[in-house]
């Protein structure tokens, strides 16, 4: 499968991912930039002035590629943006209240069996149809149950935090997160018994689905 030689701008903030993504890209014949925040992408886009950009959600300090994606559409709307990350939508990584622009592609890593699906999907999203390509729309996502808020404070839980520690973070009442999570442990269809945790369950199926969150 051959390409045209376009070039694509890789944000990622993992040295060893973006290095390999790099190596396979180049294979594939695009010519490829990289850069390990939003700000460094801000340079690349008019440095670098690629045809697409593939981007994480989580990105670091400062803004999300979920911010950086939205910049992009709006400010270089030629420029196609393809997400590949853990998280299976922005809720999942904590990003609240920014959906993925219309027209983005995105993919989990852990369902990328082969450079030629990157390359599929970089074509269609390049091609403004990249809609057999978002993974966070599918159906058998393991948290679509849950409100960008549940998976928020779910977010939290599996950081370890208590019920008062995130009450104490989000700026309001214990009581409401116990709400909360009494919500979340229903839509996931937990059910309390003797020999396990609710709280551990919800953890592990976040974990499962998402991956380790970083330490609060």
Not at 74 to 94: I, K, M, N
Not at 138 to 165: D, E, K, Y
Request: no cysteine; aromatic share 6%; charged share 25%.
């Amino acid at each position: 499968m051959k390409f045209e030689r376009r070039r694509l701008l890789v944000v990622e903030d993992e040295p060893l991912t973006s290095a390999l993504l790099r190596d396979v890209l180049e294979g594939y014949g695009f010519e490829v930039e990289s850069a390990a925040s939003a700000s460094e992408a801000r340079k690349a886009l008019d440095a670098f002035d690629p045809d697409a950009a593939l981007l994480d959600i989580m990105l670091g300090d400062g803004p999300t590629g979920v911010a950086l994606a939205h910049l992009i559409t709006r400010e270089y709307p030629a420029v196609a943006v393809l997400f590949l990350t853990r998280y299976a939508d922005p809720a999942s990584a904590g990003v609240t209240g920014d959906d993925i622009p219309e027209g983005s592609g995105f993919l989990l890593k852990d369902k990328i069996t082969d450079g030629a699906y990157l390359m599929d999907a970089l074509e269609a999203t390049l091609g403004d149809r990249p809609r057999d390509y978002r993974h966070d729309l599918a159906l058998n996502h393991p948290l679509r149950h849950l409100t960008p808020n549940q998976q928020a404070v779910l977010r939290m839980i599996s950081q370890g935090l208590t019920n008062a520690a995130i009450a104490q973070r989000r700026g309001t009442s214990e009581s409401a997160v116990e709400q909360v999570v009494a919500s979340i442990f229903r839509n996931l269809g937990l059910e309390a018994n003797r020999d396990t945790n609710l709280r551990v369950q919800a953890a592990r199926l976040y974990i499962a689905a998402v991956g380790l969150p970083k330490e609060p």
